[in-house]
């Protein structure tokens, strides 16, 4: 069986922009039963998910943001190196569904924040590794402020969502029109 690598393609890329949309964006929803949301959509254990852990998901949704906000790769690595040292992290291989063979980054014993801290600080340092900025940043979109995570192929993306690029491509068709 091969391992599973990880990297931009990996479910901690896209839960870490789902997680600050929800928690920072002005459309954004972060009640519990949203942060659940979240986590089970991105694939993490959202059983283990309480009430209480609520508010360490708020924190590390707006502790995040500003790594998709980042005008320089040196000012996201600045960020994440700074987490990786406060992040309680134990590397180690595991195998469970709905995975496989996998990298989990936290100690085997840590609560689910824990463990989706050292996940998604993780997978974005491997994003930034593989593709520097470019697939990272705040929605194009006019009067948007969500943040997007690209994890295509191609690594065009600007915008948080379809209904957001096409809002953009229709206005722009307009206004070309227009002249």
Request: aromatic share 8%; proline share 4%; glycine share 6%.
């Amino acid at each position: 069986m091969a391992m599973r690598i990880t990297g931009y393609k990996s479910h901690g890329v896209a839960a870490a922009a789902a997680l600050v949309n929800a928690v920072t964006s002005a459309d954004g929803d972060d009640s519990a039963d949203a942060l659940r949301r979240v986590l089970r959509e991105n694939q993490f254990f959202w059983q283990e998910f309480e009430d209480a852990d609520a508010a360490d998901f708020r924190r590390w949704g707006r502790i995040l943001r500003p790594f998709f906000e980042a005008p320089r790769v040196e000012d996201a690595m600045a960020l994440l190196n700074g987490l990786m040292l406060e992040v309680p992290m134990h590397p180690h291989l595991a195998d469970h569904e709905p995975h496989g063979l996998h990298m989990h980054y936290a100690p085997p014993s840590s609560r689910l924040p824990d463990r989706f801290r050292a996940t998604t600080l993780m997978n974005l340092a491997e994003l930034i590794v593989e593709h520097g900025l470019g697939r990272t940043g705040v929605c194009a979109a006019d009067g948007c402020d969500r943040v997007y995570a690209d994890t295509s192929r191609a690594g065009r993306r600007r915008f948080c969502s379809e209904s957001c690029s096409n809002r953009t491509n229709v206005a722009a068709f307009r206004a070309r029109r227009r002249t």
